[in-house]
């Protein structure tokens, strides 16, 4: 997907289409991620539909509960998706930063002489 280090590195436009798929590729997985909270905190944790985008946007966010939880079921809920949630989140920053890091070092790795060229 990236250019090695032996080869010159990748056209602005390149690192542009490479940086747009990775956000929209983070949008997409954080969307899913969000749905399934809003789902279990829906049907699991009894709350509507509002309160349940409120309650799994902030724990996706890393913010915490909103909302007090009533039964077992829900906290079991809420703590898996909590754990999901700082997976998810460390998944994200990684898909996103991944050519901009890439991009980083391959300037930083890169001869005098292929600069030139």
Not at 14 to 32: C, D, Q, T
């Amino acid at each position: 997907m990236f250019e090695r280090k032996h080869e010159k590195i990748a056209p602005v436009s390149v690192f542009a289409k490479r940086m747009a798929g990775s956000v929209a590729l983070a949008g997409i997985l954080g969307s899913i991620a969000l749905s399934i909270g809003i789902a279990g905190y829906h049907w699991i944790a009894g709350f509507g539909w509002v309160d349940s985008i409120l309650e799994a946007s902030m724990i996706l966010g890393g913010m915490g509960p909103a909302n007090q939880l009533a039964t077992t079921g829900a906290k079991l809920f809420a703590s898996g998706y909590a754990l999901f949630s700082g997976l998810v989140f460390i998944a994200l920053m990684g898909i996103v930063l991944g050519p901009l890091v890439h991009r980083m070092l391959h300037k930083f790795h890169m001869d005098e002489e292929d600069m030139e060229k």
